[in-house]
């Protein structure tokens, strides 16, 4: 009966090649000669032969299993041939093995089968490898490396080898863990998430894992793992995993303690992704080459083995002799660890982490193992932390802020000279080693005892609470402070003072603009309307009154047509100014409307209501003189009572409308009281929007136009059309008197339309392709056909979509955000541009302007009006165009009556004006002509 064919494998440190010369050992059960294959206790050396008779691994580890795998002292090391060959006869099976089937590529490991075989079995004991000094070098390379666990794992991940890095680690013995699943290794929640069963799932699919996180020892107890796992091939068939494992549990809670230090810098450190490891011989010789180390150092094996190590130093570091120092230090105290520059094969250097330990056999030395790891990104990343708090240590010494440093027992260990510029004190008064409470008495209470006092307990209260924090306080003589505490670990703690007192005026001033009116300094409607709901909310019905007056001027559309906006701009400050003044304790004024003011009033005698009604007429009928012009506006006051005329505000604001509009209709200048029955002024009211509707039938609407201009180059940009309407028994009626109207009673869409189409006829015969600009109503963005009409009209009068300019205001916006968002992009699908109208005047500009796609910004003519008055007009126009430079918008100033306004807006670098000072609203023919 023919002998069953036996593989017989053997290990080596050495490369593929076959090194001879070598007496192998020889193995009990075949007594073939052959380096070891499996050492099981101490010294029972077992051949392949052994493993084809008795499956792997042993019952006891794996039930039912029916596989063997090559194992070596509890761990795999070196390089494996082998040949297949009759037990007791000579010839060799040359077809089975033809070229190398096993490779073990990422790991510490590789197995081959040699394709050059001896047709004798005495040829192939002599070619064969034979080094078993070799192969004890990388099973002790392997174990000296105490800082990492490397051990093998199957395909389904149990565990096949340990090493002494692995037992040191984790705390199981090689006994107690081979042949266990590694998810052992891991936490109860990884295991409940299949951590394990993802992560070579992982490093099958991507040809590599690594992480880092929690993993679990013998003991129960938990370190913090750097984890590489790659998988190992054999002919396309997945043979398992090589992985490494690191505990890098101090380093990670030194990270963690760092970042909890240190928070402002945010210091990322990475991972390791790679080691290149390496045997070197007692002389500092090469040996033995992974395919971590090519891919870090890039040498091949056969261009690097037999050569010094040095090979991978730089110049300076070879002339310093530090290659030989390195390995005497390892050898003097068992480890050389440093930082250094390494170089590459291309001659590039990168940044390692370098650990060189000795290793040794029965006392004697066998070499050294060199592990390399490239931390070139890390060294980046901390050379610029580095460099940043280089930076930062050089713009705290010259902060804006104020600083000072208390020591534990809260006395001044150092402070800065913006900390006596802000408190207007000397170095001689602020000393070193004043304490807290004196640093309080010269800064925040100058004042007496009694606030030194209250500020210091104050303060001394923040700081005890040892977390940062930061108040707000004023002082003395208006100065506003951000005040800020930061307690450190040692129990110091850093104080900064930082002058907010413009940012503070600034936020009155944007607080103040949210709710008022800029040109007239009035409450605007929204806040009135504010202070007219706590009014109500306040009275006692049964005894309190409100009165509510509604005005609105006469004549105020002359006004603006025969003397300009900048006069119409000047008399409505001018009656505000008065009607302010009027104002008694319990009384309330605002603008609410382009020439429509608001008082109101609680009262309990009707005298009060007499007295309050006298003093409105009385401030709105004396004559103006505006550019030595008197100016009599004249104005109409609408009186209605809470609750006697009204249940709630709403009726209220229309009742007094009602009793206004019926003072304008047949007692122009005088003071009307609301009445149940106002059957005339309904009447009125009906006609008019009767009228409306027919206007545009009776051909009674006009357009003008008025010219905008670019700042720079004085060249004209577009036009805006305005809408007039001529009644031929009212005579001109002002929009804002019936677009209104025409908003509520549905008109606004027949007149938009007319608009419209108009101004894009008139603008397509233009010699100029200049753009127009038409006013959108919030009433036409809510009708959901409006952009398929502006497409038509586009398509029907041939004017390019690009010369056509909507203009919409915030309160457009403000009645329905979503639809008005969707109507603005389709209008950018189509090619038209969209600009907001009046910016600065709505209750949200900003928001709005972050939220929509504008094209430009129309600054509202009430900060061009105090442009050469005020500050804080100037400040505002400053902010509204570096926020439009900022945002790509360019901005546009309405109402430039004068030239001094023009040459003010050309040096802050406006981009287009329009008012009075450019051209009237003039017809088409003649605006373009001009």
């Known amino acids: 009966m023919r002998a069953p064919c036996v593989i017989t494998l053997w290990l080596s440190v050495s490369t593929a090649r076959t090194r001879t010369g070598r007496e192998p050992s020889l193995c009990r059960t075949c007594e073939i000669r052959c380096p070891e294959l499996v050492r099981k206790g101490a010294g029972n050396i077992l051949c392949v032969c052994n ?103 199957d395909p389904e991940g149990y565990i096949a080898n340990w090493n002494s890095g692995a037992e040191r680690a984790k705390g199981y013995t090689e006994a107690e863990i081979v042949g266990r699943h590694f998810s052992c290794f891991y936490t109860p929640e990884d295991r409940a998430n299949f951590a394990p069963r993802m992560a070579l799932q992982t490093a099958l699919r991507d040809g590599k894992f690594e992480t880092e996180g929690w993993r679990v020892r013998k003991d129960g107890t938990r370190f913090w793992a750097n984890v ?94 530090e290659p030989a120092r390195a390995l005497d230090i390892a050898l003097r105290k068992g480890k050389y660890e440093c930082e250094c520059w390494q170089v590459r ?52 010494s010259n902060m804006t802020q104020g600083l000072c440093l208390f020591d534990r027992d809260g006395c001044l260990s150092l402070h800065n000279v913006r900390l006596l510029e802000i408190f207007g004190l000397t170095e001689s008064q602020l000393p070193l080693g004043t304490t807290l409470r004196e640093v309080i008495a010269l800064t925040l209470a100058q004042n007496s005892e009694a606030a030194v006092d209250s500020a210091y ?43 907010i007192t413009e940012r503070r005026r600034s936020e009155e001033r944007l607080l103040f ?25 306040a009275c006692a019905p049964e005894r309190d009154r409100v009165a509510l007056a509604a005005i609105d001027l006469d004549r105020f559309t002359d006004i603006n047509d025969l003397h300009g906006h900048f006069a119409g701009d000047q008399v409505l400050r001018m009656l505000a100014a008065r009607l302010r003044a009027t104002l008694r304790e319990g009384e309330s004024l605002g603008r609410v409307g382009g020439d429509e003011f608001a008082a109101a009033k609680a009262f309990r005698d009707e005298a009060e209501l007499i007295d309050f009604a006298n003093r409105l007429e009385a401030a709105l009928r004396a004559p103006l003189r505006v550019d030595g012009q008197d100016i009599n506006t004249g104005a109409s006051i609408g009186l209605a009572v809470y609750p006697v005329d009204a249940g709630d505000r709403e009726q209220l604001l229309k009742n007094a409308d009602l009793a ?158 979503r639809q008005t968002l969707e109507f603005l992009h389709a209008l950018a699908g189509i090619g038209v541009s969209v600009a907001l109208d009046d910016f600065g005047t709505g209750y949200s500009s900003l928001d709005t302007l972050r939220s929509f796609p504008f094209s430009k910004i129309k600054l509202d003519r009430a900060f061009i009006t105090e442009i050469e008055t005020s500050d804080q007009a100037m400040a505002i126009i400053r902010a509204i165009l570096a926020l439009g430079r900022s945002l790509g918008i360019p901005v546009l100033a309405e109402g430039v009556e004068t030239r001094s306004q023009l040459a003010i807006l050309r040096t802050e670098d406006c981009d287009e004006v329009q008012g009075y000072l450019l051209g009237r609203p003039r017809k088409p023919i003649f605006a373009v002509a001009s």
């Open 513 to 537: 603009m949210t709710h008022h009116d800029m040109l007239t300094r009035l409450s605007n409607r929204t806040h009135f309307l504010e202070g007219l709901d706590a009014t109500i909310a």
């Open 457 to 499: 307990q104050r303060h001394r209260a923040l700081i005890a609470n040892a977390v940062a924090t930061s108040v707000v306080e004023e002082v003395h003589d208006g100065l506003v402070l951000s005040i800020s505490h930061r307690v450190m670990a040692d129990g110091t703690w850093v104080t900064t003072f930082e002058d």
């Open 51 to 153: 493993l084809l008779s008795h499956p792997w691994p042993p019952p006891h580890h794996r039930p039912g299993a029916n596989r063997w795998r090559a194992r070596a002292g509890g761990h795999t090391g070196g390089i494996a041939f082998g040949c297949i060959r009759s037990r007791g006869g000579r010839g060799i099976d040359r077809r089975a093995m033809p070229r190398p089937v096993t490779a073990l590529q990422r790991g510490l490991t590789r197995l081959w089968f040699t394709g050059s075989f001896a047709s004798e079995c005495a040829d192939m004991s002599s070619s064969l490898p034979t080094d078993r000094t070799s192969d004890a070098l990388y099973r002790l390379l392997v174990n000296a490396v105490a800082d990492y666990a490397i051990y093998m794992l």
């Open 345 to 396: 094969s291309d001659g590039t250097r990168f940044w390692a982490h370098l650990v060189i330990d000795p290793l040794f056999e029965a006392g004697r030395l066998m070499g050294f193992a060199q592990i390399t790891r490239d931390i070139s990104r890390q060294k980046a990343d901390s050379d610029r932390i580095a460099a940043v708090s280089r930076r930062l240590d050089l713009a705290l």
């Open 660 to 817: 206004m509009q019926r003072a304008k209709a047949d007692l122009a200048g005088a003071i009307c009281y609301y009445e149940p029955r106002m059957d005339e002024a309904a009447r009125a009211r009906r006609a008019l929007v009767q009228d409306i509707w027919s206007a545009v039938e009776r051909k009674e609407f006009e357009l003008v136009y008025q010219v905008q201009k670019s700042v720079r180059s004085g060249e004209t940009t577009g036009f805006e059309a305005l809408l007039r309407w001529n009644h031929p028994e009212r005579g001109r009626i002002s929009p804002l008197t019936f677009i209104p109207l025409a908003e509520e009673c549905g008109a606004i869409l027949r007149i938009g339309e007319w608009v419209l189409r108009s101004a894009c006829a008139e603008a397509a015969a233009w010699d100029e392709p200049h753009r127009v600009a038409v006013n959108i109503s919030p009433a036409q963005i809510a009708h959901a056909d409006l952009v398929p009409l502006i497409q038509r009209v586009l398509e029907e009068t041939g004017l390019q979509p690009s010369r056509l300019e909507l203009e919409i205001t915030e309160s457009a916006i403000m009645s329905d955000r």
């Open 228 to 321: 590489l796992i790659d998988p190992v091939f054999e002919n396309g068939r997945h043979l398992g995993f090589a992985k490494v494992t690191r505990d890098r549990t101090v380093q990670y809670e030194a990270e963690i303690n760092s970042r909890r230090i240190e928070q402002r810098f945010r210091l990322l450190v990475q991972g390791v992704t790679d080691y290149a490891l390496c045997m070197l011989d007692t002389d500092g010789i090469v040996s033995n080459w992974n395919i971590g180390a090519q891919r870090t150092h890039g040498h091949t094996e056969e261009e690097i083995v037999g050569r010094h190590f040095s090979v991978f130093h730089t110049g300076e570091s070879i002339q310093e002799g």
